[in-house]
């Protein structure tokens, strides 16, 4: 089975270091064996760190980002409640229809793809819906590459008794993310973008009082697989751990390595490099004259207009192609308006950014 090594410069996944893969090749061991359980606690240590948080109910879920955003969901909505989700791109109109399969009547709060919301446009909005349970924001649009500030958005919705559900998909090891700091209930993440694991694990984290929401419930979520409650006797289990699903043993691995070198870099230097990436990959885009579509841009993810007359598919697939390069193209509304060039952890390298840039001069002539 022949598979070409790619430089991962898209949306996601970005490219996994040897390390990781290799740790992925260690003996499947019993999901209850001791060792396992060790790993599985340095694993949720790590994650509290790089969430920046004391919650002792954090953990990898057995799924893609998409599952982790619907295991939040599902526990801390119940049909019929009330929620507000901030929608600015494609992630933002997903937990609406994710929300409102689990019967929640949900307030959209708009904004055009690629704005941010402000916290007084949030405070409005909370004002407007003083009944709901919760408001859900995406801190790294990925669809636009927005970075949507997090500070402060929390307060207002705590004084009405609210919680604040962020998806930290394309910001956990890549942005500063304060779980605590910024007092965020529940958030959840996915291993194939700034942690350059491969993709199938959602780290999140809930609050205590998320948890509090979650055990004064007045129904059992329909989802079976995501239930937190049954999913905490295993994770979050002392000495008994009873068994729920059999989790991707060597997925955990995996992660458990991506967090150890994670945490070798050092979170700050880490956040750094991705930031010296993005100027150097911005200065160099704008020299070519390509033009970022957001205001406010993720270091993780650049969002540029695709200029008059370019073939979209054609300079992607010659990227691809001749230099192994793979870049992202639009979603939805900007469908061939636009390229989404990532800078995920591994990925995030002067070298890459160079080779990136060069690459899309050639194609583009
Ligand atoms: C990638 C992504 C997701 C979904 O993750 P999957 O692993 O593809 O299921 C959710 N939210 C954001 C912001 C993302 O970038």
Redesign the pocket.
Known sequence: MAIPERILMG??PSTVPDRVRRAMAAPTIGHLDPRFIEILEETSGMLRELFGTENPLTFPVSA????G?ECVVANLLEPGDQAIVCVNGL?GE?MVDLMERYGVRVHRLDKEWGGVFSVEEIEAEVHRHPKAKALGI?H???STGAHQPLEGVARMLHEEGMLLIA?V??SLGGHEVKIDEWHVDAAYS?T??CLSCP?GL?PVTFSPAAVEVMERRKTRPVSWYFDVAMLREYYEGSSRRAYHHTPPVNLIYALREALAIILEEGLDARIARHAAAHRRLRAGLEEIGLDYLPEHSLHTLNCVRIPEGADDAGVRAAMLDSYGIEIGGGLGPLSGKVWRIGLMGHSATQANVDLVLAALVDCLE
Do not use: I, N
């Open positions: 949306p996601g893609t980002g998409m599952g955003m992630f997903r995406v790294a649009e990925t998806d998909v394309t996915a194939q973008k993709p959602s």
